[in-house]
T-cell receptor, first 113, second 113 residues
Framework: DTEVTQTPKHLVMGMTNKKSLKCEQH?????MYWYKQKAKKPPELMFV???????INESVPSRFSPECPNSSLLNLHLHALQPEDSALYLC????????????FGSGTQLSVL | AQSVSQHNHHVILSEAASLELGCNYS??????LFWYVQYPGQHLQLLLK??????LVKGIKGFEAEFIKSKFSFNLRKPSVQWSDTAEYFC???????????FGSGTQLTVLP
């Protein structure tokens, strides 16, 4: 298995909802990432987990809460989002936490109403 | 801090034309350089990377890039583009002291049939 799998592919939620994005990889990668990408813009790093510990939090609002239950799974819990949070949320993994050679998932397209 | 500049925001070419997309970075030390491609509706994919050694690197789908240290550049080239090359292209850099990738703003390539 050489893929990063993200679910769901699409998500529509209201501003009072609580939802979670899921990401899974079985390549033995020890670093996993959440990126946010607006249309026609580059990906922006949100969080990095290295060896299941949060190593980077790029000043992301607390309405986004990451979780790494084990080395293969990465979740992003969403609560009280704003319409401007609508974007493509990308998960990625790499062998180490150095950011080299990231393998990206196909993303979750999130719309906040 | 590392940064990446892609000066061409949108490039339009006819099939069989030659392609060169510019990428400049701002870090004087050791760098790892990457080109990622994002086809319409798809996730980011690694085209090619430079870590060390031969400054001319070849990637998938006939793409290549040349690392010119004196110019802080890592331009992407392809001798003859195809309609299927229509996509967004992102240059990314990881410097020796930074742990994570920094992406450029992207170049939208449109190839006309």
């Amino acid at each position: 298995d050489t893929e990063v799998t993200q679910t769901p592919k699409h998500l529509v939620m209201g501003m009072t909802n609580k939802k979670s994005l899921k990401c899974e990889q079985h390549m033995g990668h020890r670093a996993m990432y959440w990126y946010k990408q607006k249309a026609k813009k580059p990906p922006e790093l949100m969080f990095v987990y290295s060896y299941e510990k949060l190593s980077i939090n790029e000043s992301v609002p607390s309405r986004f809460s990451p979780e790494c239950p084990n080395s293969s799974l990465l979740n992003l819990h969403l609560h009280a989002l704003q319409p401007e949070d609508s974007a493509l949320y990308l998960c990625a993994s790499s062998q180490t936490g150095g950011g080299e050679k990231l393998l990206f998932g196909s993303g979750t397209q999130l719309s906040v109403l | 801090a590392q940064s990446v500049s892609q000066h061409n925001h949108h490039v339009i070419l006819s099939e069989a034309a030659s392609l060169e997309l510019g990428c400049n970075y701002s870090y004087g030390g050791t760098v790892n350089l990457f080109w990622y491609v994002q086809y319409p509706g798809q996730h980011l994919q690694l085209l090619l990377k430079y870590f060390s050694g031969d400054p001319l690197v070849k990637g998938i789908k006939g793409f290549e890039a040349e690392f010119i240290k004196s110019k802080f550049s890592f331009n992407l080239r392809k001798p003859s583009v195809q309609w299927s090359d229509t996509a967004e292209y992102f240059c990314a850099v990881r410097s020796g002291s930074a742990r994570q990738l920094t992406f450029g703003s992207g170049t939208q390539l449109t190839v006309l049939p």
